[in-house]
């Protein structure tokens, strides 16, 4: 597979734990069809499985790997690979694990190429790093501030971004009022807003879910689900919310109720799966 092939979805995310998890960029050919939310759900599954060792040094891998329309993955393979073999063994088992992904949007090519990147950084690194991501936040936000005016809907998703890396790292307070703040200005703007305005939702209710204040969390992830309700069953989003909630429903010792959910994910996936075949 070549990586410079036109097909290669874009996606850039961190993973502040141990590691930094990051996907570099690319484009895809059908330029009219929005990958990111469906991007989002690779990059947070992919994240879920990985787990590094911890290692003295800031090391890569870089895997590259197709997604089929149906959501079944080939050709995963190495573009860069560490010396380290549990850590290379540990790229590979998170890419594996998380297959198969949702089917791919509708209309779009038979297959994307993805290429994948997983930094590990030693400590010393992350907190230069984490101030970087805060001042490009920062910066975002100030200029679409300056080009829109402070209660733009093209603000709120900024202070939205923002809010997800404060809250990546670990300050959920200060990311908190970011969210509420966000979702403000979408409220204002309804219903012209209301995709992003779920996503907003959601990641405010990790944010709670996080700290385990999962009645504070729930309301929210309701209210994102119930928006996504209205839209095709194909949303990606729609998939992921069902999946939070019923993750918190499967914590707080709900389990017929987050089965009934993962029932439905599960159905909704195979309807698409099926769709996708025809």
Known sequence: MNPNAPNIVNLIQSLFLAAILCTTCASAKKSNIDYMPYMRCVQQRIKLHWHPERFPATLRCIVLFKIHRDGSISDLKFAEQTTIQSLNRSTMNAVQASAPFDPLPAGSDDDVDIKFTFDYNIFHDLDKLRAIRIKD????????????GP??????IAIRNLADEVSNQGKYE???PMYKRAIAIQEKHIPATEKELAITLTNFGELYYLQKKYADAEPLYKHGLSINEKFPTNNPSLQADLEHYAKLLYV???TTQANELYDRLKELRSQKQKAHEH
Do not use: G, S, V
């Not at 936040?137 to 829109?148: G, I, P, V, Y």
């Not at 209660?151 to 709120?156: D, F, L, N, W």
């Open 252 to 254: 707080t010792n709900r």
């Open 137 to 148: 936040c920062e910066e975002a936000l100030a200029q679409k501030e300056t080009q829109f």
């Open 151 to 156: 209660e733009h809907p093209a603000a709120a």
């Open 174 to 176: 200060k990311a908190e």
